[in-house]
């Protein structure tokens, strides 16, 4: 290229290099030179400093804030979203079971901090406040029986969503991923890695295209993503081993099942609770 050996602060100089050169080229070599004095304009003034990478299949926890529901939202997804404890964001926004929102609702997002100063008899009245409220939920999942005891503590009672290999493993660390990815062809059965009732089916999480997340019990819950069909809808009651979804390739570049598990909100690698194989 004819910009190969220049030297020095590169703006200033390509476009002296273009104005001396534009003289003797042609119309058609003046546009080549032009567009890519342009690309180098725009490479030389670029501040690496300033770029902010996002992977938004793998959000922080957001601790402040509100968010303001969409259509097709649940309170489900959107603790998902932001890594937080579905039952918390119930009991901060006052929303009882079976925890319906709106679009247009606001969800305070925010932690009240535990090392604020408080009076002698808050301690006293504030746990009993606290207990009422998660109570209901908790009641809730026992009373459905969705999913066995087993499944809450250890790998007993769960299954293998999917029968492909492992492609991407459960990492905290960069490049994360809050779950695994199990390779598969388009089409394939995805299935239910233990018994629950269906909190999502949708596609209004970015990154992980079309998404059914199962709540298990009252801390346990499974999401399946980038799924080419969904089979079952949201309220649905499932069983262990049932096929729910169609393996795809929505919201990634490759077909593949993203699996997660999730305890209080929490993150947790799913090979902790999948039988070995």
């Not at 070599?29 to 938004?56: E, Q």
């Not at 918390?88 to 100063?117: D, F, W």
């Not at 298990?216 to 262990?240: I, P, T, W």
Request: hydrophobic share 35%; proline share 6%; aromatic share 6%.
């Amino acid at each position: 290229m004819i910009f190969v050996g220049m030297q020095g602060n590169g703006v200033d100089k390509v476009l002296d290099f273009m104005k001396i050169t534009l003289i003797n080229l042609s119309d058609c070599s003046k546009k080549i030179l032009f567009l890519t004095a342009c690309l180098l304009t725009a490479s030389c003034s670029h501040d690496p400093a300033r770029v902010t990478v996002t992977d938004l299949r793998s959000p922080p926890k957001v601790t402040s804030g509100q968010h303001i529901v969409q259509s097709g939202e649940t309170l489900y997804s959107i603790a998902w979203l932001y890594s937080r404890d579905f039952r918390e964001l119930a009991r901060k926004n006052s929303i009882r079971s079976p925890y319906t929102i709106y679009p247009g609702q606001k969800i305070n997002l925010s932690i009240r901090r535990s090392g604020v100063a408080a009076p002698s008899v808050t301690p006293v009245r504030q746990p009993k406040k606290t207990v009422a409220k998660s109570s209901a939920p908790v009641k809730k999942y026992t009373a459905k029986g969705s999913t066995p005891k087993s499944t809450a503590s250890g790998s007993s009672g769960w299954q293998w969503p999917a029968n492909g290999k492992i492609i991407s493993a459960y990492s905290l660390k960069m490049p994360v991923n809050k779950g695994i990815d199990i390779g598969g062809k388009l089409g394939e059965p995805v299935k239910a890695a233990a018994s629950g009732e269906v909190v999502y089916a949708g596609s209004d999480l970015s990154g992980y295209g079309r998404l059914i997340i199962l709540k298990h019990n009252s801390s346990y819950l499974s999401a399946y993503a980038h799924n080419r069909d969904l089979l079952v809808n949201e309220g649905d009651s499932v069983k262990a081993g049932q096929k729910i979804a169609e393996i795809g390739s929505t919201g990634t570049t490759e077909p593949k099942l993203h699996f997660e598990i999730r305890r209080d909100g929490k993150p947790v690698d799913p090979m902790g609770y999948l039988p070995g194989r």
